[in-house]
């Protein structure tokens, strides 16, 4: 398709609903390590929409012109024939990859084999990278992953976990980097993953379609919008986008500044106690998302209300449960168990919080309003929002969805959708 008539996806910010997913999703941007997150839910519910549309809130990446890797600067592959010359190209920016693994995919194309037309043309034993090196610092999306050979998720998710895709291939051996946003997608009434499988993926969002009439007719509304001018109805979005990616960028420069003290640690492993949760993946996985999401709101320690956050996007999929009985958590239960936590963190504080290091970030605490204000502020805004009295309405991201919430809001456009000029 030629760059005339290539259509920007749509906007990712401009998705209607579905906090919990775009959560995830931005989770996993900020750490790759949490291990990718699946979307399990109907058919038509912007599954693939949000994952598509992530590549356009993360940051552009420094690579090098036909590096088949995609190397980070200074960190070239040992099989990268460009970037471990001796004068390797200059780095250009580039957008974030995006790869999609085709359900019929062969091992050897997804983890790479050995280049049969140099072995066979001049002897030659080189390796000819698969699609996971093409999803390095980027992402890998699976669309109904649960039709996929099971050995082969078993080998993704080992890979995504690790960050390294070693192969053994005709006596060869090679082992390049492979560190990417794992994304994958199913349908449940096609059939549901293995207990095995569901626990490797990091995280697991269930979705479903908007029963309330007014969020079903503002779906339709900004998607007739965009199919009428894509171009225009993306345009109306940017600032909200370049919020977004603004804030992923910054959430990845504080992640390995952030603290999670042994408190926080002891409540993570009691949530996984208390909900019988027999993988000791669920702990570790918890310990990242929660650090994830302290990240994300610029903070640099975790509290009692961001392991609850991540209690609801690590636990359910890892719950042991009877035959027929559905996933989830009995919300009531967590909310019991973190004000527990809360209380006693308050009472320790109380004892001797003298001293005490900030909960801020150390780049943001400079020129920072005090908490209390930014509490009124945002409740003012919430205000306006309700009144019509502001230039914009506020679309929130609110990480949890019952109790206190960590929240993410970026600006959205008020002005109507149009068919005709798409005004967003």
């Not at 079903?216 to 009428?228: G, K, N, P």
Request: glycine share 8%; aromatic share 4%.
């Amino acid at each position: 398709m030629s760059a005339a008539h290539h259509h920007p996806g749509y906007p990712f910010s401009a998705i209607v609903g579905q906090p919990l997913l775009k959560e995830a999703l931005l989770l996993c941007a900020v750490d790759p390590g949490i291990g990718g997150v699946l979307v399990r839910g109907d058919k038509g519910t912007a599954k693939s929409t949000a994952a598509r549309g992530l590549t356009q809130v993360l940051p552009a990446i420094l690579r090098k012109p036909g590096c088949a890797f995609n190397c980070a600067p200074g960190q070239p592959a040992a099989a990268c024939a460009v970037c471990s010359t001796q004068e390797p190209p200059t780095a250009t920016l580039a957008e974030v990859p995006f790869v999609t693994l085709p359900l019929g995919a062969t091992e050897d194309r997804v983890l790479g084999s050995l280049d049969l037309q140099l072995a066979l043309q001049g002897g030659q034993r080189a390796f000819q990278p698969g699609l996971l090196a093409a999803a390095h610092r980027g992402i890998l999306y699976i669309d109904e992953v649960n039709l996929l050979a099971d050995h082969l998720v078993d080998v993704l998710l080992d890979v995504a976990a690790m960050g390294v895709n070693a192969v053994q291939r005709e006596g060869l051996s090679v082992s390049h980097p492979a560190r990417f946003t794992l994304i994958g997608t199913m349908n449940l009434e096609e059939g549901d993953l293995r207990p095995q499988l569901l626990d490797r993926f990091g995280l697991m969002v269930e979705v479903t379609a908007p029963t309330d009439k007014s969020v079903r007719a503002e779906v339709v509304r900004r998607r007739i919008a965009y199919e009428a001018d894509p171009q225009a109805f993306t345009s109306q979005w940017q600032e909200q986008q370049d919020a977004l990616r603004a804030q992923v960028a910054q959430a990845q420069r504080l992640l390995p500044g952030v603290a999670l003290d042994d408190a926080m640690l002891e409540l993570i492993s009691h949530l996984c106690c208390e909900f019988e949760v027999a993988s000791l993946r669920a702990d570790i996985v918890m310990h990242k998302t929660a650090r994830a999401i302290a990240a994300l709101q610029a903070r640099a320690r975790v509290t009692p209300d961001d392991v609850r956050a991540a209690a609801l996007l690590v636990l359910p999929h890892r719950r042991r449960r009877k035959p027929f009985e559905q996933s989830g958590m009995d919300q009531d239960k967590l909310d019991d168990l973190v004000d527990q936590a809360r209380q006693a963190q308050g009472e320790s504080q109380g004892q001797g919080s003298a001293g005490a290091p900030p909960d801020t970030a150390p780049d943001e605490q400079e020129g920072q309003e005090p908490q209390d204000q930014k509490d009124q502020q945002e409740q003012q805004e919430q205000q306006e929002q309700q009144n019509g009295e502001g230039e914009g309405a506020q679309q929130t991201f609110a990480i949890g969805t019952a109790g206190p919430a960590r929240k993410i809001s970026v600006v959205t456009p008020t002005t109507s959708f149009s068919t005709s000029s798409a005004s967003g």
